[in-house]
């Protein structure tokens, strides 16, 4: 196996607050290598953003108490001084962010705020960044790319937006793009087009690509690997297909429930009861263990460990192997 | 464009008519008197009053007297242009006394006004940069205590001090810049920091929390993440967007104190609009209060035009249609 493009290890994110330390992050292990595409689903507040805001450098020293190491082409990003990390930034990790109304600064011009981060890394002319900016904005397939790149952002559809943000995102060419809910703002149509974008893009890039969506759906067909994330852990990671055909641990099949699929007759989707846990007072044990239908004692006393099932897929869950196998065919992949 | 400011024009003519014709009927309505009997002195005669009223047209009902005034005041009058009229109480025509009025209150409005904004916005900016610390706090404290700092408690305070205990200032009084530089600077530096005290204070907490607004946008979010400098993310994308709407109230906030500074002036004895204000009200001089009132009125409209014009600018989501 070679190096990976991104390593992350144990990392720890607390936010200490008047009302006690949120731990966002919470001890969170993963790699991804070059050119893959690793989806991370989680509901609101199970850290996905946190931890790759993390990675990009994004979250505020002054009010984060950051632990674990963020290894990225094996230089630790963690340890990393602000200006070293700025060099990273927006060159080799690149990010686009959920809401692309509000990600455009609204007073400059969409060319001109894509020539403003290629000018920050390279040493060329304003026109050559410039036209390098056009030439991104028609790889994203966006029409007349001369006349958009000088028209302000409140002149773009929101998926014009999200195009401009990803060409902006891909024009230094980076090794790792971080998607932060890319496509959550978005009309049905135009997410499925950008998620083709930035699949074809990847391809022609050979990007890296991290996938952050709550959206299962979103990730089954554009992701190599998926990582489940609950309150601030990885409770299950396997390949798209270990978790779709094999899911093996209760809250991703409280995720599957809660798709629409073709072919099932359901009236209504099942949703996860209850809430996702307070990441100041996390329950003991299994964190998912309030709102776990197959809770047990085990389950509120020891938190269970992210063990291998085969390959690359493991889960954290008390419950046998066949207990849970049995479950899935059951009650999961069965139609109903 | 061109459209937009032509109808804006009329709109602001239209207010302007509005407020002079209320000041009049204000004036005419309320039990003040005859102007003429105030006006003829002690010795009295029909024959005197008579010529008095021909003189200041008061022998026309109130709402001629209006129109008279609108159409002096576009057309001229045997003073010229703009017909100002006479003063009741002095009997000189108004024209000269107005423009070397406005010249005073304006060095006043614009001195505490390039104090303000250079302290306020400072002050905010360094403020919302490093939000909940010793230095952010004290100087927010400090603002509030400033905004409740009245200018008649404070210039008085100012003049006790730096005048009358230290002999650092050479006391009240109107120079000339035409008198040389340094009595000019001594003079008006106290009503400048008197004067500009509170807006400072306002200013200061209006961009902090502007600035703090702006500083948790998204587009700031994507500025870092695009590996920009943290200055240029703060000075490009954070002060462009958090300081825009403080034009506007500067605008209108500089226009309001173009109309006249009532209690500076009075504390400080400068001869501007302020002054003229008091007298006129207190001698019920009817055409200096509606002159003053069109002057004020004037720099208020114009104001508003000039910050919704520059708006359009600063801002490229604002257009005329």
Do not use: C
């Given at each position: 196996m070679p190096e990976p493009l991104l390593e992350v290890k144990d990392l720890r994110v607390h936010f200490p607050t008047e009302d006690g330390v949120?731990?966002?992050?919470?001890?969170l292990s993963f790699s991804m290598q070059a050119g893959e595409t690793l989806g991370i689903v989680g509901e609101s507040g199970s850290g996905k953003s946190v931890s790759f805001l993390t990675v990009m450098g994004l979250i505020n020293k002054k009010s984060a108490i950051i632990e674990g190491q963020v290894l990225f082409q094996g230089q630790d990003l963690v340890q990393m001084a602000n200006d070293e990390l700025r060099e990273i930034r927006g060159a080799k990790i690149a990010m686009i962010f959920q809401d692309p109304m509000t990600s455009?600064?609204?007073?400059?011009?969409v060319g001109d705020q894509i020539s403003e981060m290629i000018l920050a890394h390279e040493d060329i002319s304003k026109k050559e960044a410039f036209d390098r900016s056009v030439e991104m904005l028609r790889r994203v397939n966006i029409p007349q790319p001369k006349e958009r790149a000088r028209q302000?952002?409140?002149?773009?559809s929101g998926g014009m937006r999200q195009r401009a943000m990803i060409a902006m995102a891909l024009s230094l060419n980076p090794d790792l793009l971080i998607a932060?809910?890319?496509?959550?703002?978005?009309d049905v149509t135009v997410q499925a087009q950008i998620l083709d974008l930035i699949d074809r893009l990847q391809s022609e890039f050979n990007t890296a690509v991290a996938l952050i969506t709550h959206d299962l759906g979103v990730v089954a067909e554009h992701c190599h690997h998926i990582q489940v994330m609950y309150a601030g852990k990885i409770v299950e990671e396997g390949t798209a297909d270990d978790i779709y055909y094999?899911?093996?641990m209760p809250y991703t099949w409280g995720l599957l429930r809660s798709l629409p699929r073709l072919g099932h007759d359901t009236d209504r989707l099942t949703p996860i009861a209850?809430?996702?846990?307070?990441l100041i007072f996390l329950p003991d044990g299994c964190s998912f263990s309030p709102r776990c239908?197959?809770?047990?004692d085990e389950c509120r006393a020891i938190e269970p460990e992210l063990l291998?099932?085969?390959?690359h897929h493991a889960a954290r869950c008390h419950l046998s192997l066949e207990d849970r196998e049995r479950i899935v065919a059951q009650e999961i992949l069965a139609p109903s | 464009m061109l459209r937009y400011i032509i109808r804006r024009i009329l709109w602001a003519i239209l207010v302007l008519l509005i407020v002079v014709f209320i000041t009049y009927m204000i004036f005419f309505l309320?039990?003040?008197?005859?102007p003429a009997v105030r006006l003829a002195g002690?010795?009295?005669t029909p024959q005197l009053l008579e010529q008095i009223r021909l003189q200041f047209g008061l022998n026309h009902p109130w709402y001629i007297q209006y129109l008279l005034f609108l159409k002096h005041a576009v057309l001229g009058d045997q003073y010229g242009?703009?017909?100002?009229?006479?003063?009741?109480?002095?009997?000189?025509?108004?024209k000269g006394i107005i423009f070397s009025r406005i010249a005073v209150t304006a060095q006043l409005a614009v001195g505490a006004a390039i104090v303000w904004l250079l302290v306020g916005i400072s002050v905010g900016i360094l403020s919302a940069l490093r939000p909940h610390t010793v230095a952010d706090r004290s100087a927010m404290g400090i603002a509030v205590l400033a905004i409740s700092m009245p200018v008649f408690f404070l210039g008085p305070l100012a003049l006790y001090i730096?005048?009358?205990?230290?002999?650092w200032l050479p006391g009240t009084g109107y120079k000339p810049i035409s008198e040389g530089i340094g009595p000019w600077f001594t003079h008006w530096i106290l009503p400048w920091i008197v004067l500009a005290v509170l807006y400072a204070a306002f200013y200061a907490r209006l961009s902090r929390s502007n600035l703090m607004e702006t500083m948790s946008e998204d587009y700031i979010r994507t500025a870092r993440a695009k590996g920009l400098t943290e200055k240029r993310v703060v000075l490009r994308h954070g002060l462009r967007a958090g300081l825009t709407p403080i034009v506007t109230v500067f605008g209108l906030d500089l226009a309001a104190l173009l109309g006249g500074a009532i209690i500076t002036e009075s504390i400080f004895n400068l001869p501007g609009i302020g002054q003229l204000t008091v007298q006129a009200v207190g001698g019920q001089d009817l055409n200096t209060i509606a002159v003053i009132t069109l002057v004020a009125a004037v720099f208020v409209v114009v104001a508003n035009l000039i910050v919704d014009i520059l708006y359009a600018f600063l801002d490229p989501r604002v257009r005329f249609d």
């Open positions: 949120v731990k966002a992050v919470d001890g455009l600064h609204p007073f400059y011009k302000y952002p409140h002149e773009f932060d809910e890319p496509t959550t703002a978005l094999r899911p093996m209850g809430a996702p846990p307070s239908p197959y809770v047990f291998p099932i085969d390959g | 309320l039990p003040s008197g005859d002690k010795n009295q242009w703009p017909g100002l009229g006479l003063s009741f109480i002095s009997k000189v025509p108004l730096f005048w009358f205990k230290l002999g």
